[in-house]
């Protein structure tokens, strides 16, 4: 039972180049949320999607982008990283929404330099 | 402005030595609280929903209540396991599809 997992774990990038963050879920649950954590900020959603081609911005959208062209996947795309991105995102998803219970992935810690 | 302020920020108890976490909201309207535990390094896991005043659950050694203003997560008797940040998060009734979440209370059970 692998549950959500995400990839890399760790990244280290420079200002400006693109990279993308993926997020993976077995379970077939519809719902899938993207998070940052940061100190001071605690857990801030950027986006979420509430089934494969049907997406949302968040609280904190600027500078992110997603898709889910397949129920099982999430990815998260920093199109011109910044510094202000340096964070860990974590991917959750969940059965039937926000108020149904949200799994976590384990994280991914993205460093931009 | 919705706002989630847990306290303390950070805790540190003998084993055995019970204790609470408080977090209080101020919000539009609240549709449910969740309770989360998170180790280093880790994704949050899930330990608890409330969506009522009054309402409590309890698992092993943790109690969750819920009041119109604030929710308490009791420990009880707690072990060094029991270590983690503990965070609490609203959803609202308007905006639902998003959960604020609280900065946390970083818990440390000394043996």
């Known amino acids: 039972d692998a549950g959500i997992t995400q990839s890399p774990r760790y990244k280290i990038t420079e200002t400006g180049r693109q990279v993308t963050l993926m997020c993976h879920q077995t379970?077939?649950?519809?719902?899938m949320f993207w998070y940052r954590q940061d100190l001071g900020h605690g857990l801030r959603l950027i986006y979420y999607?509430?089934?494969?081609?049907?997406?949302d911005k968040g609280e904190v959208p600027d500078g992110y982008v997603v898709s889910r062209s397949k129920t099982e996947n999430f990815p998260l795309t920093l199109e011109s990283a910044t510094r202000s991105q340096t964070s860990v995102y974590f991917c959750?998803?969940?059965?039937?929404?926000?108020?149904?219970?949200?799994?976590f992935g384990p994280g991914t810690r993205l460093t931009v330099l | 402005e919705d706002q989630v302020t847990q306290s303390p920020e950070a805790l540190r108890l003998q084993e055995g030595e019970s204790s609470s976490l408080n977090c209080s909201y101020t919000?539009?309207?609240?549709?449910?609280l969740f309770w989360y535990r998170q180790d280093p390094g880790k994704g949050p896991e899930f330990l608890f929903t409330?969506?009522?005043a009054g309402e409590e659950k309890e698992k092993e050694r943790l109690k969750a209540t819920l009041t119109k203003k604030e929710s308490f997560l009791h420990i009880t008797a707690p072990k060094p396991e029991d270590s983690a940040t503990y965070l609490c998060?609203?959803?609202?009734?308007?905006?639902?599809?998003?959960?604020?979440f609280g900065q946390g209370t970083r818990l440390t059970i000394n043996p």
């Open positions: 409330l969506y009522s």
């Open positions: 379970w077939s649950h519809s719902y």
């Open positions: 998060a609203v959803q609202l009734i308007q905006g639902a599809q998003k959960l604020v």
């Open positions: 959750a998803d969940s059965l039937a929404g926000p108020s149904d219970t949200q799994y």
């Open positions: 919000v539009s309207g609240l549709r449910g």
């Open positions: 999607s509430a089934a494969a081609d049907i997406t």
